[in-house]
């Protein structure tokens, strides 16, 4: 993979979209039923197509106006730093209730993903279940090739999009780098840009998935930019991902020093093992 760089302001002289729902779980639906068509919050769970099942109060206004007319959006943006970098979407679809059986498994997922809830928010028994068919989905990247700009997805191509293995480890796994591992995070960013790690003022991991990592640096002279970091293979989990960056930070490192690794030569007969020159 060549290098993806986007300054905000002028350097120095010298992959593919995932489902943007999954990072995410709570959301802004409106709903089309005039004279009243709020965009209300929503809570949903995720079934096995990735098809959002939004669980609506029986009594909600954006309920009522669904039995009505099920045509809706739903606006989807993960809440915190760093996934709210990633991407914002708009799915437009139909929503249509699922079976009693539906309902009651996807209850108890919500139960678990959604704790605590209280007021309107807490679950109730007469809760209902909704399944948003998504027919397109209005899509904008916050990093990478086109950030900044819209796309319209169709719903066989969200549908079809992979969801990616590290969405649920990589919060924890970037904390950790940015907490603990600031230097690693500095020399990675730093050979990602192509530019000396000294001449860094500041470096942050804004993101990693299975084909690499997301990087932001800052230059002592001016100047931030946002950097890809592939990784050599697609990572098969967190465990992996934290290998690939670990790896990257130590070639990073010799490269930065020039090092060349000692080599041992043949063993001679008296078993001695003497030095390649340098």
Do not use: K
């Amino acid at each position: 993979c060549g290098r993806q760089r986007q300054w905000r302001t002028p350097p120095p002289a010298a992959g593919r979209r995932r489902r943007p729902t999954r990072p995410a779980s709570r959301a802004t639906l409106p709903t089309t039923l005039r004279p009243l068509s709020p965009g209300t919050y929503a809570s949903y769970v995720l079934d096995a197509a990735g098809q959002p099942l939004l669980r609506l109060r029986a009594a909600a206004v954006h309920t009522r106006n669904l039995a009505l007319a099920p045509r809706a959006s739903l606006f989807v943006q993960p809440p915190d730093r760093p996934a709210r970098l990633l991407a914002r979407a708009t799915l437009i679809g139909t929503a249509t209730p699922v079976s009693a059986e539906e309902a009651a498994d996807a209850a108890l997922r919500h139960a678990l993903l959604h704790p605590g809830g209280a007021g309107v928010d807490a679950p109730a028994p007469d809760d209902a279940y909704l399944r948003l068919t998504v027919e397109s989905c209005f899509y904008v990247a916050g990093l990478g090739d086109g950030a900044r700009e819209a796309a319209v997805i169709g719903g066989e191509e969200y549908a079809s999009a992979a969801p990616d293995p590290l969405r649920a480890g990589a919060a924890p796994l970037v904390a950790e780098f940015n907490l603990e591992r600031a230097p690693e995070v500095a020399r990675v960013a730093a050979a990602a840009a192509g530019v000396p790690v000294g001449d860094l003022a500041a470096a942050e991991l804004l993101w990693v998935d299975a084909a690499g990592a997301w990087a932001w640096l800052a230059l002592a002279a001016g100047g931030d930019a946002t950097v890809r970091v592939p990784f050599p293979r697609p990572a098969l989990d967190e465990r992996d991902a934290r290998s690939h960056l670990t790896m990257l930070s130590q070639l990073a490192w010799e490269a930065e020093r020039n090092y060349q690794p000692v080599v041992p030569a043949a063993v001679g007969g008296g078993g001695a093992v003497a030095a390649a020159p340098q």
